[in-house]
Nanobody, 114 residues
Framework: QVPLVESGGGLVQVGDSLNLSCTAS????????MDWYRQAPGKQRELVAR???????YYSNSVVGRFFISRENAANTIYLRMNDLKAEDTAVYYC????????WGQGTQVTVSS
């Protein structure tokens, strides 16, 4: 069973918005932090946003003020609202959490065309 399934990626224009979703196959209510990472071609995977089950959030400098992470524990789902997309946001976006070991989704492609 795939532990995490992302959806919502696609091809958009510069300045557009997208909403990503990630649904876990098990309850996330006791998972302290849930993350969105991204990996652009030829680059290392980087942390984009993180949300704790207390509601606290973290954003990388490159997305602060444009991206917003949220979680819905009852639905075992986290979201990433991406506004004012830029060409440099083009990447595969991955959902992640760690509970004893790392759990990753298969990724969803986001392509921002200029």
């Amino acid at each position: 069973q795939v532990p995490l399934v992302e959806s919502g990626g696609g091809l958009v224009q510069v300045g557009d918005s997208l909403n990503l979703s990630c649904t876990a196959s098990t309850s996330i209510s006791r998972v302290y932090s849930m993350d969105w990472y991204r990996q652009a071609p030829g680059k290392q995977r980087e942390l984009v946003a993180r949300i704790a089950n207390t509601g606290g959030t973290y954003y990388s400098n490159s997305v602060v003020g444009r991206f917003f992470i949220s979680r819905e524990n009852a639905a075992n789902t986290i979201y990433l609202r991406m506004n004012d997309l830029k060409a440099e946001d083009t990447a595969v976006y991955y959902c992640h959490y760690k509970k004893i070991r790392d759990y990753w989704g298969q990724g969803t492609q986001v392509t921002v065309s200029s």
